[in-house]
């Protein structure tokens, strides 16, 4: 079973940074691409970002380019989400998760799950 822990939630005016972590086991990292989601309060869970395993390649939803970047350390091993000019509508838990190789914004595609991180950015 694939292990994913998340970190790196907070408080955080607009315009705030943050960078969430998502922490894996190595084999993960080589074999798994990693999915950034989030789900705001009676909104249903949306991904935000993903890299793929192997080659690194990455996407991020409309909303967030330029803003978000994800990167991974595969010596830690560790996915990173930074999130910069943060805005009130960007609050929500915020979850990482798993799935074969190749990455997917959806969310039934993935199958393993980190216990989310609570992101909030208010004044």
């Known amino acids: 079973q694939v292990q994913l822990v998340e970190s790196g939630g907070g408080l955080v005016q607009p315009g705030g940074a943050l960078r969430l972590s998502c922490t894996a086991s190595r084999s993960v990292l080589d074999y798994y691409a990693i999915g950034w989601f989030r789900q705001a309060p009676g909104k249903a869970r949306e991904g935000v970002s993903c890299i793929s395993s192997r080659e690194g390649s990455t996407y991020y939803t409309d909303s967030d380019k330029g803003r978000f970047t994800i990167s991974r350390d595969s010596a830690k091993p560790t996915v990173y989400l930074q999130m910069n000019s943060l805005k009130p509508e960007d609050t929500a838990v915020y979850y990482c998760?798993?799935?074969?190789?190749?990455?997917?914004?959806?969310?039934?595609?993935?199958?393993?799950w980190g216990q989310g991180t609570q992101v909030t950015v208010s004044s």
């Open positions: 998760a798993a799935k074969g190789i190749y990455c997917s914004r959806y969310v039934s595609d993935f199958n393993s």
